[in-house]
């Protein structure tokens, strides 16, 4: 059964950077799609950047050119890195996987989550 737990977070100011990661603990094949998505309260859970079983990475419009997904399969760790950091970006942002070659953008589809960790940004 695969577990994943996220690291990082806290809080930021405006323009800032910050990284976040998740660790796949308990399955460590190699061949699930992942992704981070996010949920800022009142609001529905998205999307925000994903990364195929081959490495091909795609991103919501609101944080491409700022944000970066990468895998490190030695590890078994998923980053997240974010720069220019905008008070829109606050929400709890959460690591997910699916065992499919390529991500689906539904996040019905996907089928193992972390518990989420808070990023904040202050203006």
């Known amino acids: 059964q695969l577990q994943l737990q996220e690291s990082g977070g806290g809080s930021v100011q405006s323009g800032g950077s910050m990284g976040i990661s998740c660790e796949k603990f308990g399955d460590k094949y190699s061949g699930f799609c992942m992704a981070w998505f996010r949920q800022a309260p009142g609001k529905e859970r998205e999307v925000v950047a994903q990364?195929?079983?081959?490495?091909?990475?795609d991103y919501a419009d609101s944080v491409k050119g700022r944000f970066t997904i990468s895998m490190d399969n030695a590890k078994h760790t998923l980053h997240l890195q974010m720069n220019s950091l905008k008070s829109e970006d606050t929400a709890m942002y959460f690591c997910a996987a699916v065992r499919f070659y390529r991500c689906p953008s539904d996040v019905s589809r996907y089928n193992y989550w972390g518990q989420g960790t808070q990023v904040t940004v202050s203006s």
């Open positions: 990364i195929d079983v081959d490495g091909t990475t």
